[in-house]
């Protein structure tokens, strides 16, 4: 659900996952799929980031369990992910090995034109898993909680700047801008600065280079636990079991949540028994331990939504972002 749910209980949605639910029950192997021995994962960002762990998480968990004999990883930053979708598609002869990792990004940014593609010109294998969103500072920081942020933010919004792991006008700019709009300040002030993924934020955030930083709740959970970030909120109802120390950003008294989904796509023209393979492989995976243990270790929820599914999650998502774009000022 990306979702942003205000004290006056008007609700704006940002894209919905009532259709699927939350820990959606795993679909079985589509019949006579082929084998797949091997997975080259393309990873739209840099090392660190929300993409990165995602892919390889799934490649952890692929190989650990037997259902994949191995798995290789390829950052490409670039472009807000616009890089790696057009390399995919240029070379989508030779790609028929190759999956990349994207999220709710790759609706946004179509939406801004800030790349000539969009989900429909690849293969959808299938969604995987939400990630909550997290307000994060150092240790340091004169922040000790959101609303503290938001004080300082509603006194001079110049001075607040906020980093993301996303291009300008992305999810963790507009991330950012919902939650500020959750405490009644004005979401088209953010004063946001890009890095390239989650590696370099968090390098930022440590370094006092900026005030605050919109990143993935997995992103922040390691640099959480030892000590070197805190997180002022995460968007989710509950404290999350990975990192239970995050207050979510309800209890603060701002009435907002969110989870950004993840999944994998594939070249164009993709033979459907190759592509059902991938289903297949996702499918069982979720059924492993090892894929339990990668999901609780980052606080992760599981979604799946295998083949027509997805296309159909991202086309009624691609409307409702448009409409709250247009709301929160991104858009006109």
């Given at each position: 659900m990306f979702l942003l749910k205000q004290k006056t209980n008007r609700r704006v949605f940002l894209g919905t996952l009532a259709a699927v639910g939350l820990g959606v029950s795993v679909l079985g192997a589509p019949a006579g799929a082929a084998n797949i021995d091997k997975i080259h994962f393309l990873i739209p960002g840099g090392a660190g980031g929300g993409w990165d762990g995602t892919a390889r998480g799934t490649g952890e968990a692929l190989t650990k369990s037997g259902i994949i004999a191995s798995a290789s990883y390829e950052n490409m930053s670039g472009g807000g992910g616009g890089k790696a979708i057009g390399y995919l598609i240029e070379n989508a002869k030779s790609s028929h090995g190759t999956l990349m990792v994207n999220s709710t990004p790759i609706v946004i940014r179509s939406l801004v034109g800030r790349f000539p593609h969009n989900f429909r010109d690849l293969t959808m294998i299938a969604g995987t898993i939400g990630d909550y969103a997290a307000i994060i500072t150092g240790?340091?920081?004169?922040?000790?909680?959101?609303?503290?942020?938001?004080?300082?933010?509603?006194?001079?919004?110049?001075?607040?700047?906020?980093?993301?792991?996303?291009?300008?006008?992305?999810?963790?700019?507009?991330?950012?801008?919902?939650?500020?709009?959750?405490?009644?300040?004005?979401?088209?002030?953010?004063?946001?600065?890009?890095?390239?993924?989650g590696g370099k934020l968090n390098a930022a955030i440590l370094s006092g280079e900026v005030a605050a930083g919109s990143t993935g709740f997995s992103e922040a959970v390691a640099l959480a636990k030892s000590g070197e970030m805190r997180i002022l909120a995460v968007t989710s109802d509950q404290r999350v079991a990975a990192f239970k120390g995050a207050p979510t950003l309800k209890e603060q008294g701002y009435n907002a949540t969110f989870v950004n989904w993840r999944g994998f796509f594939a070249a164009p023209g993709l033979p459907a028994t190759k592509a059902n393979a991938y289903r297949a492989a996702i499918a069982k995976m979720y059924k492993t331990p090892e894929w339990e243990a990668v999901r609780a270790r980052n606080g992760w929820v599981n979604i799946h939504n295998p083949g027509n599914k997805f296309v159909s999650f991202l086309e009624n998502q691609e409307k409702v972002i448009k409409n709250l774009m247009i709301k929160l000022g991104f858009l006109k």
């Open positions: 240790k340091n920081s004169p922040y000790k909680n959101f609303k503290d942020l938001v004080a300082a933010y509603k006194k001079n919004p110049k001075k607040v700047s906020v980093g993301g792991g996303s291009v300008p006008g992305g999810m963790d700019h507009l991330v950012a801008a919902m939650a500020f709009q959750s405490a009644g300040a004005d979401p088209t002030k953010v004063k946001y600065i890009p890095y390239d993924a």
